[in-house]
């Protein structure tokens, strides 16, 4: 038989229960909302050489449900660079974007740890307004048109 005690708890036992239920509805519906992405993969060079930790981000041409998000990929060693959205290299939803690039400066403080600031690059890719790039993500995978900046 229960006693008092184990009563008083019942109520904030099942409170409980019901906040995880609805937390847990909530993050399915927020990923069954999420439009799908597709592979988006290019390069960056600048003055023929890879454009290391050069950042590219897709900004949408055309409003919609995910206006404050930007697709976006980091380039790698070799020039090349994934798009991801989600997640890190998981692609970008179908649409047309302005292309975005901006290369941070890396420097070494007194202590000899990375500090990560400015734009190598003065801002001159950075104003999506102004970009000399348009790209079109299709469903499928996506090959982009390799980005100079010589």
């Given at each position: 038989m229960p006693t008092a005690t184990s009563n008083a708890h019942l109520p904030r036992v099942f409170r409980a229960g019901l906040l995880f239920v609805a937390v847990s509805v909530l993050a399915g519906c927020s990923r069954e909302s999420r439009p799908p992405v597709h592979p988006v993969r290019g390069s960056v060079t600048f003055q023929k050489r890879p454009a290391t930790k050069a950042v590219v981000v897709l900004r949408p041409l055309a409003p919609g449900p995910l206006k404050d998000v930007f697709p976006h990929g980091e380039v790698g060693p070799?020039?090349?660079?994934?798009?991801?959205?989600?997640?890190?290299?998981?692609?970008?939803?179908?649409?047309?974007?302005?292309?975005?690039?901006?290369?941070?400066?890396?420097?070494?403080?007194?202590?000899?740890?990375?500090?990560?600031?400015?734009?190598?690059?003065?801002?001159?890719?950075?104003?999506?307004?102004?970009?000399?790039?348009?790209?079109?993500?299709?469903?499928?995978?996506?090959?982009?048109?390799?980005?100079?900046?010589?």
């Open positions: 070799d020039g090349t660079f994934q798009i991801g959205t989600f997640a890190e290299g998981d692609g970008a939803p179908a649409g047309e974007y302005a292309v975005t690039i901006t290369w941070p400066e890396t420097t070494k403080d007194r202590d000899g740890v990375d500090v990560t600031g400015g734009d190598r690059l003065n801002g001159r890719y950075n104003d999506p307004a102004k970009s000399k790039w348009k790209v079109t993500i299709k469903e499928g995978s996506n090959e982009l048109e390799p980005f100079r900046l010589d």
